[in-house]
């Protein structure tokens, strides 16, 4: 949101003689840590640091530096694509909370295929956990402005073990995604912010999924026009791998384990028509 605002104004500095379309609000306080900080739940989304003691860790590391090739792929999904995930959840019934939406069933899709990757028979007790960013602006109490600039997103998350995700029926995936961002609630949020105050860790999970659906970027008009293209700049490490299924007969698991397994580590986009 914030760098949307930022190329809105931009595109007005464009102009000869238009005002800033947003004027910022700046108070990062709105999302300061309390005095003092409460962590009221467990957040096993997040990992704690142990400071090194005589330069000796107490934990082990967890990120490798590898230098690896990047392949990107982009995969297009119709409206017709989406409606079939949609209602593949809604087959077998969901619950009133459930939200079916089409973030939701192609995050649910992408973590079984994940999940579904790596050999189910030896890994059924690993446990798989997915993180996606949600914007927070409109979850505290009172919401932040909406000019307000900076970063406003923390990462929910959903975790089970390979052998439920691979046994599962796939509205019961959609209804765990559903609920991790049902779970952001303003206290929820608070004690989130705290517990980085506190333990100065990071978000931890298998790998993290993100939207860029309704960002808004090619509304922004400039003096020539609007934007004729968006997409992300490509970054020469390793990436999530996200994967979707165009044979719409195939069970999801032989297609997935196929495809993820003869590609090689990077990035793939998945991207609606």
């Known amino acids: 949101m914030s760098f949307k605002i930022f190329l809105q104004n931009l595109a007005s500095l464009a ?28 957040h096993p989304e997040l990992y704690k640091l142990e400071l090194p003691i005589d330069g000796v860790y107490s934990c082990p590391p967890l990120f490798e530096s590898t230098q690896e090739d990047l392949d990107f792929k982009i995969f297009r999904l119709s409206s017709n694509d989406i409606s ?20 939701n069933v192609l995050t649910a899709h992408v973590w079984r295929c994940k999940a579904l990757s790596r050999d189910v028979e030896k890994n059924k ?22 000019s307000y600039c900076g970063n406003a997103v923390i990462s929910s ?24 961002a049902a779970r952001l ?31 808004g970027f090619a509304e922004v008009e400039y003096p020539w026009g609007k934007p004729r ?4 700049e490509l970054q020469l490490r390793s990436q ?10 195939a069970t999801g698991r032989e297609e997935g384990r196929k495809a993820i397994a003869e590609k090689k580590t990077g990035m793939l986009l998945l991207c609606l028509d």
Request: hydrophobic fraction near 35%; charged fraction near 25%; aromatic fraction near 12%.
């Open 15 to 42: 102009f000869d003689d238009k005002p800033l379309a947003i004027v910022l609000f700046k108070d990062r306080c709105l999302i300061a840590s309390r005095s003092p900080p409460h962590v009221a739940f467990t």
């Open 84 to 103: 079939y995930l949609k209602n593949k959840a809604n087959a077998n019934g969901t619950t009133p909370s459930t939200r079916i939406t089409s973030f």
């Open 125 to 146: 007790e690993r446990v798989s956990t997915l993180l996606y960013a949600v914007n927070i602006r409109s979850r505290l109490k009172p919401p932040l402005p909406l």
């Open 157 to 180: 998350y959903a975790s089970a073990k390979c052998g439920e995700l691979e046994e599962k029926p796939f509205f019961e995936l959609v209804d765990m995604v559903s609920k991790g």
């Open 185 to 215: 609630t303003d206290e929820y949020v608070r004690s989130f912010i705290d517990w980085h105050e506190i333990y100065k860790g990071f978000v931890n999970g298998e790998f993290p999924i993100s939207s860029w659906w309704r960002l």
């Open 229 to 232: 293209i968006q997409r992300r």
């Open 240 to 249: 999530t791998e996200n994967l979707w299924e165009r044979n719409h007969q």
